[in-house]
């Protein structure tokens, strides 16, 4: 069993970074892959991000590379969202979201435990 609680949300500009964070509780979080979805009103759960249990693998959506960056520090059971060159497409609730494994997990139907979401808005 693992816990999530994002922080870091807000309302920003246009070209504005923002960096979330997902702490995790538990003693195991070195052994759970993480994603970042995202969702914004009328729209499915997209992720946007994964990182396998390691670090050493990522992923990102085409709609956000080159613009955000996962990393993780598993000393500290936290997984982190940097977010650079936002844009007001990129305004929704972002979920963060934790699964056993070794691999990248991009479905969120892959991930049993999820995060309470925290508000991004970006205003252009």
């Known amino acids: 069993q693992v816990q999530l609680v994002e922080s870091g949300g807000g309302l920003v500009q246009a070209g504005d970074s923002l960096r979330l964070s997902c702490a995790a509780s538990g003693r195991t979080f070195s052994s759970y892959a993480m994603g970042w979805f995202r969702q914004a009103p009328g729209k499915e759960r997209e992720c946007v991000a994964a990182i396998s249990s390691s670090g050493v693998r990522t992923y990102y959506a085409d709609s956000v590379k080159g613009r955000f960056t996962t990393s993780r520090d598993n000393a500290k059971n936290t997984v982190y969202l940097q977010m650079n060159s936002l844009k007001p497409g990129d305004t929704a609730v972002y979920y963060c979201?934790?699964?056993?494994?070794?691999?990248?997990?991009?479905?969120?139907?892959?991930?049993?435990?999820w995060g309470q979401g925290t508000q991004v808005n970006v205003s252009s």
């Open positions: 979201a934790a699964r056993t494994g070794g691999y990248l997990y991009i479905s969120k139907s892959d991930y049993n435990y």
